[in-house]
């Protein structure tokens, strides 16, 4: 028992909390981490998953099998004490290695600090290690193959379907919280309840996505280089790969359902594929021998964007995770952003212990601001991704911020550092700054207004100087509107 | 028969269109200015509608009970060539009356040029008009009393209830077009349907509305201002009142349902109710004899926009209107964007007729960024009219830009103005630049950079070319998104 644990089942055994039954619907990354947190503060933890238990089963069903774990996550894995046992798991990315139609690459780190990078993981590793711990918890336990069918959240109950007895039954508790994932049941039980006025929105964008694989070199190494994130950008779509620990790097191809020569829709035939793949992605071609059944094989799963509100129903029932804030995976902030929850709810916790209701608003009044901006950058990154790491000026800006994060480490952070690497900055304000900063930099670009021969502390105090306007100009023009 | 009716009758009958079936579901506004439309284009066009013959029954139901008709829905009343018959059921609004708390009254008119304001119509009238348009076609005809239940998109069939016979039955045509509202059958069964990728969206705001009476004087006149939209701004919440004909003012107010001082849920006796409006609204108290019974007699109802896409499926069936784009009140353009949505669809259908699925495609095409953008500004608009209404810099803003108004009829139009008076920019284009000029007024007025002894051409220039610099920047800003 670490200290940490120690420390938080007395707190709850103090307040007489530690009895109450939790339930969680979802045992996916968000709800056994969850799990495990509220193991450690004493609750009677009961958590409800529809798959069969991941240490169990082969996984291998063409879902994203891979992500991207960065400070944000890993500020959530530091707060329950398992960092090394995840580090374990991890292959550091140090940036973007961008593939163009030649075959030429070009490296982009994602920071101009040396120790800020992000790491592939492994989502089912991940999530049987944190089912793992969670389990260690005698107050916690988990039941597989039960699917959620609907919440009565007046009632506090839940209605489950158990796959292996084919009956359904029904769960009571003091609390249910649901991180079931983009298709929750309790979501969807607001949403048809009409109880209350329930603000909800599904966006899709146009393109799909299709997971791929680059199988190890026959030595058993990597077949391009381990420690990046490949990216194949070509405008209207995209090729991105993942390492993994054993050599073999996870693919996603990101196209339109049915716009341009190829998309989605027509690549009907072995033959149009290998035609699309050898016209765009020729030395991605050449890694992937299997290719062609990969690509019948695995689905086409679309891309959506999911917000509600309010998140809870009195002190009955919370949305967390997914459940509560789906997005799209271009800035690799899905999973730390659900992981994030956690901590969060977890400062509601301790601020209002003993007061469900009080701990649901406070928690959903802080978090929800930042869970839509995350949101909006998502889709934002996914026209960068396409097209922008490519172009001219926004390479120039990629050097200037750089050189100003390497030369100024503690004075400048680029838009993807504050929102990747700077966990103690909110999503909201990291989009504010950040989309500042970008406006501010493009535009001096453009005007011929930054001359890249100045000294380094000139320029920094210039892009300070003409983001802090762009700021004030926006803070005026709002506070006339709100 | 008018010139405008034979024109587009034998255009119809040319193309071989006249002989098919439309079945618009909805006989509103939206759903009977349709119907007159393509009764004139000489199609076979059956409206199905839920409510009873509005020409037959007294609609004093606290449902939003007069409408600002402006010059977008004009534009779609000119289209059908019944302009004069529109006028005479209108009250010109010229301008705002802003009431304050101690009952003092400024008049803040819509825009500088004396021939631009709005109207304020009664929305039985109006419908009872346009109905009574349309059945002169005879190949058009109205059904009362029949609910859509579900429509079957694949077969272009739609179930109805019969409220008269209280039996089901299916009707068959070669296009449904769904007019039918905020609650819309059609997009319920596109929602539910699951066929294909439906973004949608339903946001409420915390505010709620409910409508009252201000009844006319004794000697039949008005007791306030006639010809202006009076506003009681008070920063968390409003009431506002529109003129009718008779002499009376349809009143509506804007309040959180839960919180504040006084709220919605709160509000539960009389003597809470006149101590309300006796603390917030004196004057408007005093023009109100029936006050508390029209409060307890009336229904609060909520205040949400909806937002989906596609609005169509195939060639089959389209979605128009509120069924496709319901939004908040706070800009007087609900029903004027639905009435733009005729004159939009009557270009795609000159466009493209014969090929339902292309009108339907072009016409969402051109049409959904502006009624996106419309429901952007009557969200602001919410804000501004609460508060800053009576804030100092938004007044002096107001004061510049009356004076370029009616100095530079042709060369400067406000936000409100693009929004309202200028039918032949877009909603979205409108939004842009009017935003960006708020933003440039506010600016320099922030910054004491905008000299109003200067003469008014030199402020018109500084306010252009600072206008021009603020869209320039979000486009560098723009372009690197996208």
């Known amino acids: 028992m670490d200290k940490q644990y120690k420390k938080v089942l007395s707190f709850g055994e103090d307040l007489g909390e530690a009895q109450q039954n939790i339930l969680i619907i979802g045992g996916g990354l968000c ?10 503060r004493g609750y009677r933890v009961s958590v409800y998953e529809m798959r069969p238990d991941i240490r169990k089963v082969n996984m291998d069903s063409g879902r994203s099998i891979n992500l991207a774990l960065s400070d944000r996550g890993n500020k959530a894995i530091k707060l329950v004490g398992i960092e090394d046992k995840i580090k374990a798991l991890c292959v550091p990315m140090t940036g973007r290695m961008l593939h163009d139609r030649d075959g030429n690459t070009t490296f982009s ?9 992000i790491n592939s993981i492994s989502r089912a590793d991940f999530n049987a290690l944190l089912v793992n711990e969670a389990e260690k918890h005698k107050n916690v336990s988990f039941y597989f193959n039960r699917k959620c069918l609907s919440v009565d959240f007046e009632k506090t109950t839940a209605l489950f379907k158990d796959y292996d007895s084919n009956t359904e039954f029904v769960e009571d508790a003091d609390v249910i919280i649901a991180t079931d994932g983009a298709g929750s049941a309790l979501r969807k039980s607001y949403f048809l309840g009409r109880k209350f006025l329930f603000s909800y929105s599904q966006d899709y964008l ?41 050599g073999s790097f996870t693919v996603t191809l990101f196209l339109s359902y049915d716009e341009g020569e190829y998309n989605f829709n027509n690549l009907t035939t072995k033959d149009r594929v290998i035609a699309f793949f ?22 086409t799963s679309p891309l959506g964007t999911i917000r509600c509100s309010p998140w809870h129903y009195k002190g009955n029932t919370l949305l967390m995770g997914d459940a509560a804030h789906a997005i799209v995976p271009f800035y690799g902030q899905g999973m730390n952003a659900s992981l994030e929850d956690i901590v969060e709810f977890d400062k509601a916790l301790d601020a209002h212990v003993g007061h469900w209701e009080t701990v649901f608003k406070r928690y959903e009044a802080l978090r929800r601001k930042d869970t839509d901006a995350i949101a909006d950058l998502a889709i934002d990154n996914f026209h960068e991704m396409k097209g922008h790491v490519n172009n001219d ?58 001359d890249l021969k100045n000294n380094l502390k000139s320029i920094l105090e210039q892009v300070q100087k003409a983001t802090e306007a762009v700021l004030e100009d926006d803070r005026i023009a709002q506070n006339m509107k709100h």
């Open 31 to 40: 709800g056994s981490l969850l799990a495990l947190r509220l193991g450690q």
């Open 109 to 117: 780190a994602y920071s101009g600090r040396e120790h800020e990078y």
């Open 206 to 246: 146009t393109h799909g996505y299709k997971e791929l694989h680059i199988p190890p070199a026959e030595n058993g190494g990597y077949k391009t280089n381990k420690n990046a994130l490949h990216i194949w950008g070509r405008d209207h779509f995209m090729l991105i790969a993942l390492p993994n620990l054993n």
């Open 278 to 299: 050898g016209t765009y992605f020729e030395d991605a071609l050449e890694m992937m021998p299997n290719l062609v059944d990969d690509f019948f094989k695995n689905p």
């Open 393 to 450: 000026i926004f390479r120039e800006k990629r050097t200037i911020e750089m050189a100003l994060e390497k030369n100024f480490p503690n004075e400048y952070s680029s838009k993807y550092s504050l929102v990747t690497f700077n966990e103690h900055v909110g999503y909201r304000e990291a989009m504010l700054r950040g989309r500042a900063q970008d406006k501010a930099i493009l535009n001096m670009l453009a005007d011929g207004e930054l």
